[in-house]
């Protein structure tokens, strides 16, 4: 097993070594002059496993933190001066050969290559890692990474269960408080309410921006593809978040003079990649075969709360968003109401269809498949289903179903 290097040590000994270099102050996605420029780095970026955004941020001493999906409240992290990072696995460019040891078959993608990253350095630049307790995969990925790196914290981020009682806003600010104080000890500097209002106003802003690309997408469909909206909210995740603001408006001002290509393409609600993330090749395949996805749950780091209010006690107002959160996805204990949401989604979307895609053994979101269906079927919505894994390199099949799901829909 190769060493843990601690933070800001040149990885030596990875399989894969680092392919991209990036100035210290990120400053290649500044210049980049296009959409199609910035969603080409983008690319570059996520296939690097060695996180080179986070290699170039904590070069000259700066800290950063990994969060699993889904429900960190990363404004907090910002707010002790360390950079938050998503963390999603390792896509299609890791290959697993140590995680398998310690992970059993049946479990999805994302939870072996994590850990693989954890065991071949790549996540040295990391000072700590965060695992809301969404599912028991990443409950227990969480002990297993504190076995494993025996340098930087790990913390498992306790959600409450029931969103209705008097004691959920309470219990959530007193898990926020563990997590502050966890993130002070791996180097954050002491926690500061102004600090982390300030923090929530850039994360407001930040989720309106990315807000304004999804309302795009879904009322101009032809005018950005499913891969440059996910390559340009991916960084999101990446990226300091003041950065990724002005990439953002950038990326506004140019679309306002981009045609809407209109093709021939069935609208499409694409549901289920809430955790694990697809493949870039699958993201690209969707469209390609004649659809529109005109609303997604990719990336819900952006999405799963509208807004934070930022006047009175800060950490109040973040627990209380997460409570208050409309947004129904599969790791969350809402009741169930799922069966109505998937129709007020098709139909705010205006979606002709909707394409089921999940990770393989996500429990969760095979669990609101079932829900999702009975719903849809009631109201005669064709839907199709498929499973995906991170290192899948044969989409022959899938885009076969793709084909005939959506050539029936358009020529119905
Ligand atoms: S992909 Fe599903 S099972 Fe795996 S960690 Fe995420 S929510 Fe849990």
Redesign the pocket.
Known sequence: MAAYAPPGEVVTDLETPPTLELSDDLGEFSRAPTIEALTRLAREVILDPTYPTVRAWTRSGRGAVGCF?VYTPQELIHALGLLPVSLHGGGESVEISHADAALGSF??S??KSTLELALTSRLAPFRAFIFPY??D??RNLEGIFSRVLPGPPTHMLHLPQNLHSAATVPFLVAEYRRLIEKLEKAGGTPYDPDRLATSIELFNAQRARVAELTTTKRTQPGKLTLSESYLLRRLGGLLPRELHLQVLDRVRAELAERPNRARDAIRVLLVGSF??QPTLDLIDLVEQVGCYVVDDDLLQVHRWYDRVDPDGDPLENLATAYARSTIDI??RATPTTKGEAILRRVEAAGAQGVIFLT?K?????LEDVVLYRRALDRQKIPYLHLEFEERSTSYEQSRLQLETFAESILFD
């Open positions: 999906p479990l999805c994302i939870s969404i599912c995969v990443s955790c694990e599969g790791v990770a053994f996500c429990e969760p979101a």
